[in-house]
């Protein structure tokens, strides 16, 4: 089985300061890594993903992630957060080449940009 | 646009009478979804379906029940709600579909509906 751990329930940071949203995942077979955003009262909105080939994965609204095998790691990163970035971010993860695996999700993290 | 639909946004409904919530989606994907997902915790897999498969979580209470009748539809039904199933409930979608031979597990959610029980 799968788990995610999202390492800080919230992050309070100042506008245009740069983030980093910690995901740590275990799993004893290959997987595919996503984070989502959810913005209050809405559904969850895919950011990036990662399936295969380059580690350093680019998505929606300026984020960016790494994947990290030998530290099962996929950090969410932004050089320079916006007030419209407040939201929940979770990462998740499913088994690689098993199409209808559920996703497993993390707690969340909330991120409040401070103006 | 393509795109998951859930209605009602809002629905409130008293203690122990039965409620339906309502998705469809236009993106003619074959697996469907439905999370549950209290204030500050992240989303929960009730059940999906593959196809017309219904594939049940094992701790999902028997108060819960879904239909499928067609591909676009799906519907989550609770029969007695309690105070305990007040929620956001999340529908997804995706296709299992194979890309260079990997399968692709990208699921698109709606935008939920946000159930009181009174």
């Known amino acids: 089985a799968q788990s995610v751990t999202q390492l800080d329930s919230q992050v309070p940071v100042f506008e245009e300061a740069p983030v980093e949203l910690r995901c740590n995942y275990s799993s004893s077979v290959s997987v595919y890594l996503f984070w989502y955003v959810q913005y209050p009262n809405q559904g969850l909105q895919l950011l990036l993903k990662y399936l295969s080939g380059s580690t350093l994965v680019k998505g929606i609204n300026g984020f960016e992630a790494e994947f990290n095998k030998s530290q099962t790691s996929f950090h969410l990163r932004k050089p320079s957060v916006h007030i419209s970035d407040t939201a929940e971010y979770f990462c998740?993860?499913?088994?690689?080449?098993?199409?209808?695996?559920?996703?497993?999700f993390g707690k969340g993290t909330r991120l409040s940009v401070i103006a | 646009d393509a795109m998951v639909i859930q209605n009602p946004r809002y629905q409130v409904t008293q203690f122990g009478k039965p409620v339906t919530l309502s998705c469809s989606q236009t993106?003619?994907?074959?697996?469907m979804y439905w999370y549950q997902q209290k204030s500050s915790q992240a989303p929960k897999l009730l059940f999906h379906y593959y196809d017309k498969d219904f594939n049940n979580e094992a701790d999902t209470p028997d108060n819960f029940q879904s239909r499928r009748p067609n591909t676009s539809f799906c519907f989550l039904d609770i029969r007695s709600p309690g105070l305990g199933d007040a929620a956001m409930y999340l529908c997804?979608?995706?296709?299992?579909?194979?890309?260079?031979?990997?399968?692709?597990?990208?699921?698109?959610f709606g935008p939920g509906t946000r159930l009181t029980v009174l």
């Open positions: 997804a979608t995706s296709r299992d579909e194979r890309a260079g031979g990997q399968i692709r597990n990208e699921q698109f």
């Open positions: 998740a993860v499913t088994r690689r080449n098993s199409g209808n695996t559920p996703l497993v």
């Open positions: 993106l003619n994907h074959n697996v």
